[in-house]
């Protein structure tokens, strides 16, 4: 096949040096003949090839070790040299066949050469989502008494569709939005339990292609909530592309679907209003409860600093990285952003002197503390039916 395609460049080279140097009509005639006789060997030998490869394919099965084709420009320079069926390695590991019709065009001596490729999948055929989600309800009645006595078992049944590792996409139409939820966790079980039967809904009528995540720090140690979520923001970008993360309390309950969970161009608080806050904003920089950030960003502000042990400073941290690289805090209205509150015991905060020494370090510091220096051990990363388990050990305090 090669040698063909050799004589066939020199018989089109011959046919533009004859054009160049005005040579008789005759002997142009005569290359043009030739040129006939190659075009239909080409097209003979196309037709054979690919009886042949269709006859392979159905005898056996694709083989696994087969060179991945990378980019466009390499796909293309294969389909130039290839006649019958190849093979392409997809992202999620499986091989599917393709394929390649050739048509070869005959143009004032030049071959031109186009492909047409297999059908596309049934993924590939969906439209993108909606804009704005059709399904969302608006306010939602959250009743704590409903879900006291509910068990995790009967929140896996009521979601078969959940992949394990806490995974949903939606069926009929492709997510504009991936997004990881993040839940930082420490002796909560029935506040994670009223969490994912109230979120999971939301999540699904707002139609994200999302993953749960759900950290805990090791040991009984003093617990440091920036240094695990930096961790979890590292091992879930290692496994899964996502657009954005949303870092979530896991006590705090969504009271609206309007209030969206998807990609916003700046990072956005949406826990505007909360009930034990009587649904007000306490002051301009808090960004605590429930902030979503884009992937980009979370690494331009360098992540959550790893330096508060104890409860409280972490967030008033983070808004102030936020808007030192420039970027702002967005908020929906605090009638849409409303959340409840599980009731439990409060925390005081540790040692507020030294947090407010911190927070006035920011400035200096958010450049090498951070996910750039975030020190932690990865103790198991685990698939349960609703969420991927991260479990870390994140060290003892100074």
Known sequence: MLAVQKELREIDQNIESTVNKNIPSQEYKEYKLQLKVFQRKISEMIKKSSQLSQNSTTQTAPRRNVQKISSDSNEQNNRKHSIHNYRIRSKSGVYKNRNITHQYIIKTGRSIISSDTSKKTDRERLHYCPEFPPDLSGVIKVNFNETENLAYRDISIQHPDILPGGMWRPSDCVSRHRVAIIIPFRDRKRHLTILLANLLPVLKRQQLHFRIYLVEQFGNDTFNKGRIMNA???????????????????????????????????????????????????????????????????????????????????????????????????????????????????????????????????????????????????????????????????????
Not at 362 to 390: A, C, Q, W
Request: net charge neutral; hydrophobic share 40%; glycine share 6%.
């Open 232 to 398: 979890a923001f590292g091992e879930a970008i290692r496994t899964q592309d996502f657009d954005c993360f949303v870092f979530h309390d896991v006590d705090l309950i969504p009271e609206d679907d309007r209030n969206m969970y998807s990609c916003p161009e700046n990072p956005r608080h949406l826990s505007v209003a909360v009930d034990e806050m009587k649904y007000r904003l306490w002051y301009d920089l808090l960004v605590g409860g429930v902030l979503n950030m884009r992937s980009e960003h979370f690494q331009i502000v360098n992540g959550y600093s790893n330096m508060y042990w104890g409860w409280g400073a972490e967030d008033d941290d983070m808004a102030y990285r936020i808007l030192q690289v420039g970027l702002k805090i967005s908020r929906p209205p605090a009638n849409i952003a409303r959340y409840k509150m599980i009731p439990h015991a409060k925390r005081e905060p540790t040692n507020w002197k030294k947090r407010t020494r911190l927070l006035q370090t920011v400035r200096k510091r958010f450049r090498y503390d951070g996910l750039n220096s975030v020190e932690y051990e990865l103790l198991f990363m685990h698939l349960d039916p609703l969420f991927t388990h991260i479990l870390v050990d994140v060290g003892k305090p100074p």
